[in-house]
């Protein structure tokens, strides 16, 4: 990965996500692509994941949702998210190409604590992971970036950012997620493609970055 792409470079079957013959009838990788990389979206239970790849796709995205039940509702935690129906058992798959050789898989994981046996098969050979958190539940986040870090992912954090969520300054939410200067943090609304695609060329931009600076020897990778 030489460049980093802009929000501006995005190709145009990725500006084109929302149209829906797009989504259900271009399933051919563009001829120039030369970079295939797996992303995996993450976070907590309700953060947004499934409405994320759903909003930059260039396919039809893959979902494996079911209906909440009442035995899950005694062991998952409803709390903040109490309107939700369904939820991904096991994985969400999108497609979105970055300019005109860059082309991002991503994989979305389950958010709950019972599904985490999932975790090392779905990230397996990922380059990086956008996690995805909710300013109004902070804490829901932890396990998940402890487990992103675990896994050694370089990783990027977007705040999806809901109608009746709280705006807290970006050094305030460094300080509660314990977060690296270096990582990138950055707002975006899981139902809005451009701000979905702008979090995740931060996490690319990022991933070059720490390349590059691999590559010159002043970083181990």
């Known amino acids: 990965m030489a460049s980093a792409p802009s929000s501006s470079d995005v190709s145009p079957a990725g500006?084109?996500?929302?149209?829906?013959?797009v989504r259900a009838g271009d399933l051919h990788l563009p001829a120039a692509a030369r970079e295939l990389v797996k992303?995996?979206?993450v976070g907590p239970f309700g953060v947004g994941k499934t409405t994320l790849i759903d909003s930059v796709s260039?396919?039809?995205?893959?979902?494996?949702?079911?209906?909440?039940?009442?035995?899950?509702?005694?062991?998952?935690?409803l709390d903040g998210v109490r309107d939700k129906r369904t939820?991904?058992?096991?994985?969400?798959?999108?497609?979105?190409?970055l300019g005109e050789e860059t082309v991002l898989y991503l994989f979305g994981t389950p958010g709950q604590e019972r599904f985490r046996a999932l975790w090392t098969d779905i990230a397996y050979g990922a380059l990086g992971a956008l996690?995805?958190?909710?300013?109004?539940?902070?804490?829901?986040?932890?396990?998940v970036l402890g487990l992103v870090e675990e896994?050694?992912?370089t990783y990027a954090v977007a705040v999806n950012i809901f109608p009746d969520s709280r705006r807290y300054p970006e050094e305030q939410l460094r300080e509660s997620l314990d977060l690296a200067p270096d990582t990138?943090?950055?707002?975006?609304?899981?139902?809005?493609?451009?701000?979905?695609?702008?979090?995740?060329?931060?996490?690319?931009?990022?991933?070059?970055?720490?390349?590059a600076r691999a590559t010159a020897g002043q970083v181990r990778r």
Do not use: K, M, N, Q
């Open 15 to 21: 500006s084109r996500v929302l149209d829906d013959a």
């Open 39 to 41: 992303i995996v979206v």
């Open 58 to 77: 260039e396919i039809r995205p893959l979902h494996t949702e079911e209906h909440l039940s009442e035995a899950s509702a005694a062991v998952d935690d």
């Open 87 to 97: 939820t991904t058992v096991a994985v969400d798959f999108g497609r979105i190409t």
């Open 131 to 143: 996690v995805l958190v909710d300013s109004r539940r902070l804490d829901a986040s932890f396990d």
């Open 151 to 153: 896994s050694g992912l």
């Open 184 to 211: 990138p943090l950055v707002e975006c609304d899981a139902r809005d493609t451009h701000s979905c695609v702008d979090a995740l060329l931060a996490l690319v931009e990022h991933l070059i970055d720490l390349d």
